[in-house]
């Protein structure tokens, strides 16, 4: 296969498995592409791409404009805070003015879940959702897996446990169909109150102590606790959350194996990770972010092959 | 569709080596030369050339890679069917050096215009020279000709030329497809 299934990328809940290897194996040449002393590529010359940014980021945004331009591509930036959107202006009024400016794509970032498949109904342009809300944040999950796949050698088997703040999260929720997809084992591990209650009807184990967790896992990707999410409080103190859930460097080393350490980013250093964990060569978390350049080169090249001439 | 039969194993054969002194003939012990095969189909011919100077000609210092074009064409978005990359495997200097291009059949020219771009990605070479095993007459879009031509062949439009190696097809020979 060499084409992917579908025309925009809203969510891995619309991937298959043969979209997931097409984009890795995608991503393997433009890995290759970036470590050579002209880290560019013509293949986009002719796309103009949107990066409309609903809501803050820093690694995402500048991911997806370093890949854009890597391809070739040109490139708008907006964020809403400097934008009409203040004033009034619908999403839909918003996204249909740039795209009368001659846009073929659009990277979108928004707060409220399902933003991506809405604006994929009413414009036509390809849609890249870059995180919608407590949703989905489909390229996260798949340089998660990629970066997976790197480090163990492949991602179907493996045991992969997600710490941390699941109910705000989501990088969780796209990695677990990103994971399952490929056949890895997923568990989720945090307070139960940061855990939503039906989230073992997804096929994920649950678990509420860490230590076990770790033992059982391969991989651990540890989330951020997000508190400008939480309207109340989920947990007694900070203290107290890093006290069950934070991984320090000697419970690592009394676990009876070696697992990989994750992060999405950005970390909130001695909460969910202390600084020798996440510094640590258990630690791949800058390597997925090495890994997001590529993989959204991957992404944003074969939605472009689709788009008419 | 009917095939007839362009090169046989053994013209291949004698084709290869001829085509092996012409480059040492060249570029003498490689010491600043590298040559490069073109992916997909080039590759095949880049490590049998590579083959005959290292085992039958003894030259020690052949470096080879290989180098995909894919996101150097210039007809992404134009053609039916997607386009699909293959490895590039460059692990040497390009600066400065002799560079052999190797493809197996030379038709419009544009592949040899996408690789001439896609090798500045990797420095400046001192020069660039083209080896194919076919040369197709009358059929060039580009500008571009071969420095080390194995056979040229006059090919009518709707005519394919298809070069068979023992290593995809079992067996080392060029047809003559009419499709």
Same mark, same amino acid.
């Given at each position: 296969m060499s084409e992917l299934s579908v025309n925009h990328l809203l969510g891995i809940k619309y991937l298959n498995k043969e979209d997931i290897q097409l984009i890795f194996e995608t991503a393997d040449h433009f890995k290759e592409v970036i470590n050579r002393p002209i880290k560019k590529v013509p293949s986009l010359r002719d796309i103009t791409i949107a990066n409309l940014f609903f809501e803050n980021s820093t690694r995402t945004k500048l991911s997806f404009e370093l890949a854009e331009k890597r391809l070739s591509a040109d490139v708008l930036n907006f964020s809403s805070s400097q934008s009409s959107v203040k004033k009034g202006e619908t999403l839909i009024d918003t996204v249909n003015n740039i795209l009368s400016m001659k846009v073929d794509m659009v990277v979108m970032r928004h707060p409220n879940p399902g933003a991506g498949v809405f604006l994929s109904k009413h414009v036509k342009a390809s849609i890249i959702n870059a995180g919608d809300g407590a949703h989905e944040h489909p390229t996260q999950a798949l340089l998660d897996s990629y970066s997976i796949r790197e480090t163990l $050698?492949?991602?179907? $088997?493996k045991k992969i446990v997600i710490v941390g703040d699941i109910l705000h999260s989501r990088v969780a929720l796209s990695n677990i169909f990103a994971l399952q997809l490929q056949g890895a084992q997923v568990m989720v591990c945090g307070p139960k109150t940061l855990i939503p209650k039906y989230i073992d009807k997804l096929g994920v184990k649950v678990e509420t102590d860490l230590i076990k967790a770790l033992n059982w896992c391969d991989v651990a990707n540890m989330l951020r606790v997000q508190n400008e999410r939480m309207d109340i409080n989920y947990f007694p103190s900070t203290r107290e959350y890093t006290q069950q859930f934070g991984v320090h460097k000697e419970l690592l080393d009394s676990l009876n194996k070696e697992i990989v350490i994750m992060h999405p980013g950005p970390i909130n250093r001695g909460v969910e990770i202390t600084s020798d964990v996440a510094d640590s060569k258990q630690s791949i978390i800058l390597n997925q972010v090495q890994n997001g350049v590529a993989i959204r080169m991957a992404v944003i090249y074969l939605l472009a092959s689709k788009i008419k001439q | 569709m009917s095939q007839k039969v362009l090169l046989n194993a053994k013209e291949v054969n004698i084709i290869l080596h001829r085509l092996a002194c012409q480059l040492i003939e060249k570029h003498n012990d490689f010491s600043n030369t590298v040559l490069i095969g073109l992916q997909p189909r080039g590759v095949f011919l880049a490590n049998r050339i590579a083959k005959i100077l290292r085992e039958d000609y003894k030259v020690k210092n052949i470096q080879l890679g290989h180098l995909d074009i894919t996101f150097y064409r210039d007809d992404f978005r134009r053609g039916d069917k997607p386009l699909e990359a293959n490895k590039t495997e460059i692990n040497f200097i390009v600066e400065d050096k002799n560079v052999v291009f190797i493809d197996d059949v030379l038709y419009t020219g544009r592949s040899i215009r996408s690789a001439l771009t896609a090798i500045q990605s990797f420095g400046r070479p001192k020069q660039i020279e083209l080896l194919t095993l076919i040369d197709r007459r009358f059929s060039r879009h580009l500008p571009i000709q071969p420095d080390y031509r194995g056979r040229q062949v006059d090919v009518i439009n709707n005519e394919k030329v298809k070069v068979h190696w023992l290593e995809n097809e079992n067996e080392d020979s060029v047809y003559l497809i009419e499709k």
């Open positions: $050698g492949e991602v179907k $088997g | -």
